[in-house]
């Protein structure tokens, strides 16, 4: 148990570019019936902490206003009242509605799992998010099954990294898409199938390697641009998934053709959903995804730790696409 | 059993307007294995007729190319070779892949269902592909369920006064637009909850019915010029499927307000599905939907009854709109 009453966090200065991220000293949080202090040894960055910093991503009820991060790994630090799965000490990681950038944050203990004794603390920190996100967007919703083919765009980031590890173990036919020939060399390393450059004619690509027959299930993390494409290059009841629109919020759909493929397309988000829902999908991740993480056959792809004071140097390299996989905050 | 090896049809002479619809004398089919041949009372018409008359609707693999109807209703005439389930005399009704305009087709002996017994024969011909179209589209793909709200686009159609009926006997609140009163009006008789004029404000009108909270399920007939009213209208968790698109075939779609609402959209087709897909669609109607039309729940809603020589007439009143609920060609 920690003594101390305050505790180091980026705090939210206001709105705007990388100079509102303040690493100040804040009060401690203490928790609640249910909950569980997490000390935290790294907290993953998001691109929707980006959107937050802008001021275009409402904070969940319940969760700090002014502390940005979606997910840690650490130790449990605090039980609260009736907490009897967790004891002091163990390591852990989870999702979070916000509180992150910092030494320590409350969540609930049913949303957290223990990080298996083959990973180490700071790296589990780029865990939680991406893996639950593709693994409950292409398993859970568009319902991936063996011998079916899976599309990634932007496969070098962390979400699509993490959706690609899934895929393989899962045994689909993986396609990535990135506009970095570099990313999309790292991609391959990590087993993906047909690594596609995202030109004007990645459509008709995902074609061709696949004799015409298309995507069962796309992962989209871009958005709009990449509307009229997937469309062309989803097969017959085919799944599209969007948990992510960086490249543009809209675009042309054509519903004749949805109709003639029997297409499904669904836009999906975790972080406001309930915390019925946050509970569900964690017990499903530790289930089915964290025995492949014990194993080594799934494992967290980190591209760079960055102290607290950096947090700035960190959006600025993720609105930059430069990182293939995770950017992670040392709390430690 | 039949002994002639003729009958009268309607058949196509070419692609066009009403004019390429020729009633003549044709070859009987002849029951092949698992088939059975149906003596046909009344066949329904719908809008793929239309689009398929002028050229722009594929037949599927084994139906007539020249002769129209996608649905019927009759009593079995001849079994081919292996059929048990069906006696010559039975009355049956079933959607097919094709030739409904004529007095005699063969479908699959499992693409039928009994016409219960208070329902007349002709009637039922109004039955089969807009109820199965609606309840496989609302309840089946995108599980509406108790104490939702369905929305119906053009819920003076035949699948959207199925779609209504079979709203009513699950509980849900329903609400409909059209753009004409008069079929509103018809439509409240029905038992619609909530009767919208189509005009530039439904959308928000939806939203008021419903407390702003919007529709859980979206039944769209239309498709592309609604899609902006329906993303504004369609609740957190929403289903939107689309089974038609007479009004246009695409349209702007925000994908970061799918993502936001975490909404479903799926177009979705019965003619050109397999084999396996329809006897499982038939028997799920069997089970679920049959019932409620013997009790008397739901029923056939029959606009006008046409002579085998006045089909263009029928179609030209498809066209424009004017039906509220089923037309049918009789053959007896």
Redesign the interface.
């Known amino acids: 148990m920690n003594q101390t009453d305050t505790m180091q966090a980026v705090v939210l200065n206001g709105h705007g570019g990388v100079e509102v991220l303040e690493l100040k000293t804040v009060p401690m949080p203490q928790p609640e019936a249910a909950k569980i202090r997490i000390r935290i040894s790294t907290s993953g960055i998001n691109r929707a902490d980006l959107l937050q910093r802008i001021g275009r991503y409402p904070v969940p009820a319940g969760w700090p206003e002014d502390i940005l991060g979606m997910e840690c790994s650490g130790v449990v630090d605090a039980l609260g009242p009736g907490v009897k799965q967790w004891k002091v000490g163990d390591p852990v990681m989870g999702i979070l509605g916000g509180g992150g950038y910092a030494q320590y944050v409350n969540t609930d203990a049913s949303c957290v799992v223990s990080i298996p004794e083959n990973l180490g603390l700071k790296e589990a920190g780029a865990i939680p998010e991406v893996f639950m996100t593709a693994f409950d967007a292409i398993v859970l919703q568009m319902s991936l099954s063996r011998k079916e083919t899976l599309l990634i765009h932007a496969v070098g980031s962390g979400v699509g990294t993490a959706a690609l590890q899934i895929g393989k173990v899962m045994g689909v036919k993986t396609i990535g898409t990135s506009r970095s020939a570099h990313k999309l060399d790292k991609a391959k390393a990590y087993g993906l199938d047909h690594a596609i450059l995202a030109d004007d004619k990645w459509s008709e690509t995902v074609l061709d390697v696949t004799d015409g027959y298309g995507a069962d299930v796309i992962l989209?993390l871009v958005?709009?641009p990449y509307?009229e494409g997937n469309q062309k290059a989803i097969a017959h009841k085919g799944r599209h998934i969007?948990?992510?629109?960086p490249g543009g919020?809209?675009?042309?759909?054509?519903?004749?053709?949805?109709?003639?493929?029997?297409?499904?397309?669904?836009?999906?988000?975790l972080r406001?959903r309930s915390l019925q829902e946050k509970v569900e999908l964690t017990e499903s991740f530790e289930k089915d995804i964290l025995p492949f993480l014990e194993q080594g056959s799934i494992s967290p792809v980190v591209e760079k730790i960055f102290s607290p004071n950096e947090v700035g140097k960190a959006h600025s390299m993720m609105a930059a696409n430069e990182n293939f996989g995770k950017l992670l905050i040392d709390w430690e």
Chains 1, 2 share one sequence.
């Open positions: 989209d958005g709009g509307l969007v948990v992510g629109v919020v809209s675009g042309t759909i054509d519903l004749r053709a949805m109709m003639g493929k029997r297409v499904t397309l669904r836009g999906t988000v406001a």
